[in-house]
């Protein structure tokens, strides 16, 4: 089995001393992929060039929140024109922020209406930022409609993960996850339904527990699903089910299995979402040795998995 680190920003600078050794112990430790989203139309390039030399990376184009003093109007035209040639399989990092103290909140509002606007065009997943902001996030997708994608680094209420589920949004759960206070989002991750789970690391932010003022990177990936395993162990999940396994094995062996062809948007759709959290999921709930012997049923207030992968 493989992990697959669905929100890695690895080609940013913190990297670049040693990025070849950073990327050879997350292939050592299993994380053999990784989704790198954009931050800044400044970065893209070397994006794109880190992505096709390296194996198993893959970009998504977008224009993050934070660096909002680094958008210009322009950029929003220029990021179409990256989407329509470089074929990344997501839009993103994009989102609001409502933390981080002077980001002009209508401007970041225009900026992430336009992108969702342009995944929609090019048929597109995005990944979303979201903090202090999972309303407004929940109530933009729903006027822009037609969206699927994941909210990576999820911090919000078990009533707005239903209600982005909903919509087709998947959950990124990462280095907070590892912590005991985090309590909260701990109890989401053990009452929500296996199939809309996507591990990341967010790297080089968010460390773990242990790993507190350290730089965080992909191999680390493995605490954080094994962190996630203990939490379903509690309830009983502990393996993909048969009918899951049988799913990975069609998924995957198009989206993910070498050889690698040069992934098309479509790659990047609640399918190839789905071969990312059987994959990240089941080699360390297996490692838990612990079965269920039928499909695990959704819980109480979510729609099917198979509602959102059709």
């Known amino acids: 089995m493989e992990l697959v680190d669905s929100h890695a920003h690895i080609d940013v600078a913190e990297f670049d001393a040693d990025r070849d050794a950073v990327l050879a112990r997350a292939r050592s430790a299993g994380v053999t992929r990784q989704i790198v989203p954009a931050i800044a139309l400044g970065g893209f390039a070397k994006l794109r060039d880190l992505c096709r030399a390296e194996n198993g990376l893959r970009p998504a184009y977008g224009l993050h929140p ?15 024109a990256w989407i329509e040639q470089e074929h990344p399989v997501a839009v993103g990092e994009c989102g609001l922020d409502f933390h981080v103290d002077g980001l002009d ?3 970041q509002r225009r900026y992430f209406r336009r992108q969702l606007q342009i995944a929609a065009e090019f048929d597109l997943p995005v990944v979303l930022h979201a903090r202090r902001a999972v309303d407004e996030v929940i109530a933009t997708l729903r006027a822009v409609g037609g969206l699927r994608g994941v909210v990576h680094s999820f911090s919000g209420s078990p009533e707005q993960a239903r209600q982005l589920w909903k919509l087709g949004f998947c959950a990124g759960i990462g280095g907070p996850v590892t912590y005991e206070r985090a309590r909260r989002l701990r109890e989401i991750v053990a009452s929500m339904p296996l199939e809309y789970l996507l591990l990341e690391t967010d790297s080089p932010d968010q460390p773990l527990h242990g790993h507190q003022g350290a730089r965080n990177e992909p191999s680390l990936l493995t605490e954080v699903c094994a962190c996630v395993a203990a939490r379903l162990a509690l309830r009983g999940v502990s393996s993909a089910s048969a009918s899951s396994r049988e799913t990975y094995r069609r998924s995957s062996a198009s989206a993910l299995s070498p050889p690698l062809a040069p992934i098309l948007p479509s790659a990047f759709d609640a399918r190839f979402a789905n071969s990312i959290r059987l994959l990240a999921n089941s080699r360390c709930l297996e490692q838990k040795t612990i079965t269920y012997r039928t499909a695990p049923r959704p819980a ?5 998995p198979s509602q959102l992968l059709e």
């Open 105 to 107: 909140a209508e401007v």
């Open 66 to 80: 934070m660096y909002l003093a680094e958008h210009r109007d322009g950029h929003l035209e220029e990021l179409g």
């Open 300 to 304: 109480p207030g979510f729609p099917a």
